[in-house]
């Protein structure tokens, strides 16, 4: 739901800035307790999961899937003729505004990739030596806002700026597939290798690689809080980002403020509430 204040409320009352925490609601500690068979907070079911992928890797993170996606899983991969056969298959209006939209994503960071540079003078040399990551994993949401931008917004940078490897994992919906959106997203930014699996245990097993998914270097992209608290117990392993919660977004608007702008400012934070 989209919640509407006058200014006055929202400088009184909505302004905060909150230390991102762990606080659960009732109903999530209830499904840790149905999932994990004992009440457990956030953090330490998440610990368990991260744990159990870095000790019996493919095996847990199956088990993992089924339990908190409800979906049982023969394999993990998604192959690319997949990726562009719904790029193919996409409607060619959205197809084009995901043309567009790589397009600026990358024309914007070609313009920030850093050079390395060597100074020499009388006293020798000095300088500054960049290199690429050779794999870099996205976590790209794709429960109930399939976030095609996220994927878009988080792969190109890193094809631009020379990843060897750029690695997708996504949860899979009720059927076990990955949202056709998702997948032409995929072929459109360069993606080398797409998994369907979400969750604290698709970060442990970038974090950690397992038996059919490849390590990597860092992990990028949000979540909800098993991702967030995943990627915090794994950094150090890999690196991160960024911790990341729910996007709080205030749209400011007085009565000279064009009416359709406003709505479309509001509209496009519609997809993180059913609401």
């Known amino acids: 739901m989209i919640r509407i204040f006058p200014s006055v409320v929202a400088a009184q009352e909505i302004l905060e800035r909150r230390r991102y925490g762990t606080e659960a609601s009732p109903a999530l500690l209830a499904s840790i307790q149905r999932v994990f068979g004992q009440a457990l907070g956030v953090e330490e079911a998440v610990r368990r999961i991260v744990d159990d992928v870095r000790s019996w890797g493919d095996l847990a993170v199956e088990e993992w ?134 969750g604290a245990q698709a970060v442990a097993a970038l974090a950690y690689g397992t038996q059919s998914i490849p390590r990597v270097d860092k992990i990028v992209g949000p979540g909800n809080i098993f991702v967030t608290l995943a990627k915090r117990q794994v950094f150090g392993t890999v690196g991160i980002e960024g911790l990341y919660g729910p996007t709080e977004t205030m749209v400011i608007a007085d009565e000279l403020a064009d009416p359709m702008q406003a709505a479309a400012d509001l509209l496009a934070q519609a997809e993180h509430d059913r609401l």
């Not at 060619?92 to 920030?112: D, G, M, N, Y």
């Not at 690429?132 to 949401?141: A, D, E, F, I, T």
């Not at 890193?158 to 990955?178: C, I, L, N």
Request: charged share 20%; hydrophobic share 45%.
């Open 65 to 198: 899937t089924k339990k908190a996606d409800g979906v049982e899983l023969e394999r993990f991969n998604v192959p690319p003729e997949h990726w562009r056969a719904a790029l193919e298959s996409l409607d060619p209006k959205l197809r084009q505004a995901l043309e567009l939209a790589a397009e600026r994503i990358a024309s914007f960071h070609r313009r920030q990739v850093p050079q390395s540079w060597t100074h020499w003078d009388a006293e020798g040399a000095l300088g500054q030596v960049i290199r690429p990551l050779r794999s870099v994993g996205v976590c790209v949401p794709g429960g109930t806002a399939p976030l095609f931008s996220t994927l878009l917004m988080s792969v190109i940078p890193a094809k631009v700026a020379g990843v060897r490897k750029v690695v997708v994992v996504t949860p899979p919906q009720r059927t076990g597939s990955v949202s056709a959106v998702i997948l032409a997203a995929a072929a459109l930014a360069g993606v080398d290798e797409l998994y369907r699996i979400g």
